[in-house]
């Protein structure tokens, strides 16, 4: 069903949006934000290509590396940026940029796995153990998993300092929400990985309301 990852793709693309212009004057971590949300937009968008006009080898990586490698991690880092010290907070942005250059060289270069052409012939997305490497597949997992504690350890950290508590605190339940649909996309459940981000970036988009007040 493609009403649900059009609708996320919106959702995601207008929220970026909204962030970046909402960053102007306002530090690093609204810009964090906005560029992982165009993230969370273009793996969507892909979704919605694939779904549309079937599936390929430059869509299916578009997807993966965007909505299933990339973006929850680059959500971490934005929360770095508000409990952090500058220093520290632009060191872990240099480091996530190396990496995340390297896991999107992999994801462009890396061979599929022996039939992942019928996989690919249809407009289900499929699941990733069906198209990707097992080091691919396990890259996805490192970058979702390490954001989402990043973000939990920044809710931790600003209930600890009693500052932005609910902000944040609504955004981390956001990046949980959306680490959790990326999960239903690697194995190829369209609808739910369509709902979860929709949720998960309108939960996002309440806690950055109210990181602002």
């Not at 990985?193 to 939960?203: D, N, P």
């Amino acid at each position: 069903m493609i009403v649900f990852p059009l609708a996320a793709t919106l959702v995601a693309a207008a929220f970026s949006i909204a962030t970046w212009r909402a960053s102007r004057g306002r530090g690093m971590a609204l810009r964090i934000w906005s560029i992982a949300l165009a993230q969370f937009a273009i793996g969507s968008a892909a979704v919605v290509w694939g779904t549309i006009f079937d599936w390929s080898d430059a869509s299916y990586r578009v997807f993966y590396g965007f909505g299933a490698v990339l973006n929850v991690a680059w959500l971490g880092l934005g929360t770095l940026w508000l409990v952090w010290e500058r220093s520290a907070a632009m060191v872990m942005t240099i480091v996530l940029a190396v990496v995340s250059f390297w896991a999107i060289y992999l994801v462009a270069t890396t061979d599929f796995i022996p039939g992942a052409a019928s996989a690919l012939a249809g407009e289900e997305l499929p699941a990733a153990r069906d198209v990707m490497p097992v080091l691919v597949r396990n890259l996805s997992r490192w970058f979702s998993i390490t954001g989402s504690v990043v973000v939990l350890a920044g809710l931790g950290m600003s209930l600890a300092q009693r500052r932005n508590s609910l902000g944040i605190g609504l955004l981390a339940a956001g990046v949980v929400v959306a680490g959790v649909a990326s999960e239903f996309a690697r194995a190829g459940y369209v609808a739910v990985f369509g709902v979860g981000l929709a949720v998960g970036i309108a939960l996002m988009y309440a806690g950055f309301i109210r990181t602002r007040t």
